[in-house]
């Protein structure tokens, strides 16, 4: 789940190079910054993360390559799947192993949402 905290602030010459510095270290983090312009030369700072890629990030699989579903998936259809076919074909129709599918079923689970991601 992605969430974001906004910076109100002062707009100068600096501010765009500094958004881009602070994106360099955001990568890092798994985070990123946007700078959006006001008229009154104001602006505000965006910065969104999502938490559990921050925090695959600092643990030892932070290199590894995580199956992200670009649109959720209803948990009620991946199980009419999983009944209609096999569980290792409804995993293989998602883009994932059969193991990840379940795993995101019981985050999903405890997590009380009613998609994977």
């Known amino acids: 789940m992605t969430e974001s905290i906004d910076f109100l602030v002062k707009i100068g010459r600096e501010t765009k190079d500094d958004v881009e510095r602070l994106n360099r270290l955001l990568q890092y983090l798994g985070g990123r910054a946007k700078l959006v312009d006001f008229e009154d030369k104001s602006g505000c700072i965006t910065i969104s993360y999502d938490e559990y890629d921050a925090k695959m990030i600092r643990t030892r699989r932070a290199g590894k390559y995580h199956v992200r579903l670009q649109d959720p998936v ?44």
Do not use: C, F, H, W
């Open 74 to 117: 209803p948990v009620s259809k991946v199980k009419e799947m999983i009944k209609g076919t096999s569980a290792n074909d409804a995993a293989k129709a998602l883009g994932m192993s059969t193991p990840t599918m379940y795993r995101k079923l019981k985050k999903a689970r405890e997590e009380e949402k009613d998609y994977i991601q």
